[in-house]
């Protein structure tokens, strides 16, 4: 079933979304929210869930090369990160950031991890769960007050709900 779900249904409703001109990301959020209550059914362990989050949610002028490794922050509060780092070491997972597609699914591929758990825009969420498929994939939109690809932001507080989630009652 979940094979039909991700290799047929997803781009059959992504080919649907651009022949009816649907709203921007509708067809997207559609698909995000489908695939979440799927990997809300699974239960994993903590040391096999990763949090894997974009570069752009680093704050523009910070110069610690946190791609490289994220233990580079340095705790300032400017951005997320911070926040991402304080979540992880609470819920024992790993969190790593990736500046696209290509070395997401490198870092997905070299951790060997059962479950991710993504932040970033709908369309690279998408792209990320299908090019992931079977690593289930729990997508976290992320915010963009300051347009794509810059300073986004992302609500913590819905990481923290997919972490718990996919531990279920470990
Ligand atoms: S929280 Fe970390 S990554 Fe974000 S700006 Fe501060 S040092 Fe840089």
């Known amino acids: 079933m979940k094979w039909i779900i991700y290799n047929l249904y997803f ?3 992504l080919l649907a979304g651009k022949v009816l001109r649907l709203p921007a990301d509708a067809a997207e ?4 929210g489908l ?10 362990q ?21 791609v490289e490794d994220i233990a580079h922050c340095q705790g300032c509060g400017k951005c997320r990160i911070k926040d991402l780092l304080q979540l992880s070491a609470k819920h ?13 699914r490198q870092i997905v591929q070299k951790a060997k991890a059962d479950a991710v758990i993504a932040v970033a825009c709908e369309k690279e969420l998408v792209s ?7 690593v289930g994939v729990t997508a976290v939109v992320n915010s963009r007050p300051f347009g794509p690809c810059i300073n986004t932001d ?3 507080a819905q990481v923290e709900k997919a972490l718990i989630g996919l531990l279920g009652k470990e």
């Open 154 to 156: 992302v609500d913590i």
């Open 35 to 44: 695939n979440n209550r799927i990997q809300k059914k699974e239960q994993r």
């Open 29 to 32: 959020l559609h698909l995000i």
């Open 128 to 134: 990320g769960i299908l090019d992931s498929y079977p």
């Open 46 to 66: 903590r040391e096999k869930i990763l949090i894997l989050t974009p570069s752009c949610l680093q704050n523009k002028d910070c110069e610690n090369n946190i």
């Open 92 to 104: 024992k997972t790993r969190l790593a950031v990736a500046t696209g597609g290509r070395l997401a």
């Open 11 to 13: 781009p059959l409703v």
